[in-house]
């Protein structure tokens, strides 16, 4: 197949461009971003000032999608840590009990992982970057995708790729940029990998095929990040300690992840509006909520690299393609765009990896009817884990929502298994490996499970 366009160069952009690479003889993905050569944050991902972690299963993903992925991480810095056995979980009040989960996280910032994924896909044949130009929007021509509108940014440097460019009219979506005229990427295929702002449900929509309905949890939460420095050998080795369902303080928790440069990363977080604050003495009072004694001392008394960041994120939003009755032939998304989730559950990156995967998937039966059939698989992947953070959000008295029977008996049988799951190891594996989305949810329902849980964890 000729070209294809990903519209955006973040995490999901990036896996797509490496599905599509295999398929298409040229792919161009469009960033309004300037990219630097390393890692570096940038300003299209603001996010990427705060801890990133890499579920086990997006771990996985990322090898498969691009083998040798890890090692490379770690040769650049990134820290690999047996979960469980390298890392502290002070869940629900108590730290779950040490074992083995057979799982390795790599830990590296936003912007390592970034770099690493765009290093690969940059080397991939056929594919080009055209950055520093804003998307603004698909052209839909009798039911089909057959090209992008995009804008050269005042400043964006970069041209589009040969042959890839014709005219096209001014656009209203981008009245603020001046100088150039909009130009059309001719393409067969376009994914729309522009984020959590979702633009696919809005061009959908004013093309007349309707916006796709959402779900929505209003969760308000604010994170407040900084890095610093510890010695060698502090919290007798861990490389992770992540706190959270902390019983006086519902709404908050935290990541200190040990990273590239020899940093760690910490990360406040708190929902329902209970935002850490940055001012120093804030963020210290709002830190000793969250940490053991022994936690706290270390980082109070570590060296800062940096000032408190603070982000806000209002509302996770899963956006239902699937069940739309008409699509058109050549328009997908993926990451943010379909689901943005609850940033504390750390899954966003991973099931962007996920779709992008089923995304190689779907093209293998060609392209026929393939809007359809990519996004009811690629809610298969969203499903679980909007669930799974969803009944978590709701566990947290100050979230809104319904909280049906079925919901609240669930809510309990989870407070006993990570009661028990401070004493046996066997359910604390259980547990990381259902939050890592390496294991389905159903696994922690299981006869030897739940008995092990009935018994408060205390078997012999
Ligand atoms: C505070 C926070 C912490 C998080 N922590 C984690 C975590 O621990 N683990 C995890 O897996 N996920 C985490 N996430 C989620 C993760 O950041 C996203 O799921 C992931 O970045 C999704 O990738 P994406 O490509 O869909 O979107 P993004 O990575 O946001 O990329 C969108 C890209 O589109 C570009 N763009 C936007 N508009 C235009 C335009 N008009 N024209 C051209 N380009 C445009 C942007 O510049 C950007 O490069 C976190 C999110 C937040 C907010």
Not at 194 to 210: F, K, P, S, T
Not at 212 to 221: A, H, Q
Not at 401 to 407: F, I
Not at 426 to 444: F, H, Q, T
Request: aromatic content about 6%; hydrophobic content about 40%.
């Amino acid at each position: 197949m000729a070209h294809a366009v990903v519209l955006g160069a973040g995490m999901g952009g990036l896996c797509a461009a490496g599905s599509l690479a295999q398929h298409f003889e040229r792919v161009t993905v469009v960033e309004r971003d300037p990219l630097p050569a390393d890692a570096a944050p940038r300003r299209g991902v603001p996010q990427g000032r705060h801890v990133h972690a890499l579920l086990g299963t997006g771990d996985e993903a990322l090898e498969r999608l691009f083998p040798g992925f890890g090692a490379e991480l770690v040769a650049a810095g990134a820290v690999r840590s047996a979960v469980l056995e390298q890392a502290r979980y002070v869940i629900g009040g108590a730290t779950l009990a040490r074992g083995s989960t057979g799982v390795h996280a790599l830990q590296a910032t936003r912007p390592l992982l970034e770099a690493g994924v765009r290093r690969r896909v940059r080397a991939l044949s056929g594919v080009k970057f055209l950055e520093g130009h804003d998307v603004l929007g698909p052209v839909i021509e009798a039911g089909r995708v057959t090209g992008v509108r995009v804008h050269k940014r005042p400043g964006g440097d970069e041209r589009a790729p040969d042959g890839a460019a014709g005219t096209g009219p001014e656009s209203p979506e981008n009245p603020e940029s001046p100088g150039t005229e909009p130009e059309v990427l001719s393409a067969a295929l376009v994914v729309d990998a522009l984020g959590r702002a979702g633009r696919m449900a809005g061009w959908l929509e004013r093309a007349g095929y309707g916006a796709p309905p959402e779900d929505r949890t209003k969760i308000d939460v604010g994170y407040t990040t900084r890095f610093l420095r510890l010695p060698p050998g502090a919290l007798e080795g861990d490389r992770t300690v992540l706190t959270g369902n902390i019983p006086a303080h519902p709404t908050r928790g935290s990541g200190l992840l040990h990273q590239e440069g020899d940093r760690w990363t910490l990360t406040l977080a708190g929902m329902g509006g209970d935002h850490p604050p940055t001012d120093e003495e804030g963020f210290w009072a709002f830190a000793r909520t969250v940490y053991p004694t022994d936690v706290y001392d270390t980082v109070r008394g570590a060296r800062m690299l940096s000032e408190p960041v603070a982000y806000r994120f209002p509302v996770s939003v899963r956006r239902r393609f699937e069940r739309l009755t008409r699509l058109p032939d050549g328009l997908l998304a993926i990451g943010d765009s379909v689901c943005s989730f609850n940033p504390v559950y750390g899954q966003g990156m991973t099931v962007a990896a996920r779709e992008a995967e089923v995304l190689d998937q779907c093209l293998r039966q060609g392209t026929e009817g393939l809007p359809k059939r990519y996004f009811t698989e690629a809610a298969k992947v969203v499903k679980p884990a909007w669930e799974l953070a969803r009944s978590a959000d709701l566990a947290v008295p100050q979230i809104p929502g319904r909280r049906p029977l079925a919901g609240r008996l669930v809510g309990r049988y989870m407070d006993r298994l990570l009661d028990a799951a401070h004493h046996d190891p066997v359910l604390s594996a259980g547990y990381l490996r259902v939050i890592g989305m390496l294991d389905p949810a159903a696994a922690l329902f299981a006869p030897g499970v739940a008995w092990r849980v009935l018994r408060g964890g205390r078997i012999g």
